[in-house]
């Protein structure tokens, strides 16, 4: 079985500068996170879709953040424009049904300058 | 909401030593708790879970952690690391049953280190 999906694994760019991550889930996991990972902390929660529908985003930073679920698989995070804080591994995970063991993707590491 | 405090940033272990990877967590509801192990340059990967039933819940590559409702802890322990064990390990909880499917909260990590 495939695991999760992501590219690209590392990014750098500019402040100001835009910015997009793309997740594919395991194969029929109807939910999907984004967390972020900043060095030295352990990952936190920015969006939660249920298939193609947002359940959480509390804690996006909706001013420059925003991500999609298009058909209810891949999905996409956009960060425009993006601040030196943004710096981090962007990790993406994904879940089958009642089931609590959440699969993580390899992560994409972003360094904004 | 729920909260998690691991209580080590770093830890440095000799070889086939011992080793306890201290965790506890803040809830008002029953939880669900997990540790999970990270390699450099790599995701998360499950090492195990208490969901419920035994207290004493073992997980993969002779990692074991021990629930403990009274102290609000979820250890995690080994008795004899390798070398291969050097990573980071997080602790996370999430709301318990009927919660729905929600998001895992995370600690900060405790960075073991094996040294030969």
């Known amino acids: 079985e495939a695991g999760v999906a992501q590219s690209p694994r590392y990014k750098i760019i500019e402040k100001r500068q835009s910015v997009a991550f793309w997740c594919n889930p395991i194969s029929g996991h109807a939910t999907l996170y984004w967390y972020q990972q900043i060095l030295g902390q352990g990952p936190k929660l920015l969006i939660q879709?249920?298939?193609?529908?947002?359940?959480?985003d509390s804690q996006l930073p909706k001013d420059r953040f925003s991500a999609e679920r298009l058909k209810g698989v891949d999905s996409t995070l956009k960060i425009q424009p993006a601040k030196l804080e943004d710096s981090a591994v962007y990790l993406c995970a994904s879940r089958q049904g009642n089931y609590y063991e959440q699969y993580f993707g390899p992560g994409t590491r972003l360094t904004v300058t | 909401a729920q909260s998690v405090t691991q209580l080590d940033s770093q830890v440095p272990v000799f070889e086939e030593a011992p080793v306890e990877l201290r965790c506890n967590y803040s809830?008002?509801?029953?939880?669900?708790l997990f540790w999970y192990v990270q390699y450099p340059n790599q995701g998360l990967q499950l090492l195990l879970k208490?969901?419920?039933?035994?207290?004493l819940v073992k997980g993969i590559n002779g990692f074991e952690a021990e629930f403990n409702k009274s102290q609000t802890s979820f250890h995690l322990r080994k008795p004899s690391v390798h070398i291969s064990d050097t990573a980071e390990y997080f602790c996370?909880?999430?709301?318990?049953?009927?919660?729905?499917?929600?998001?895992?909260?995370f600690g900060k990590g405790t960075r073991l280190s094996v040294i030969a």
């Open positions: 809830s008002s509801v029953s939880v669900y």
């Open positions: 879709f249920q298939n193609n529908g947002v359940v959480d």
């Open positions: 996370a909880v999430s709301a318990g049953p009927n919660s729905g499917n929600t998001p895992l909260v």
């Open positions: 208490y969901l419920s039933g035994s207290t």
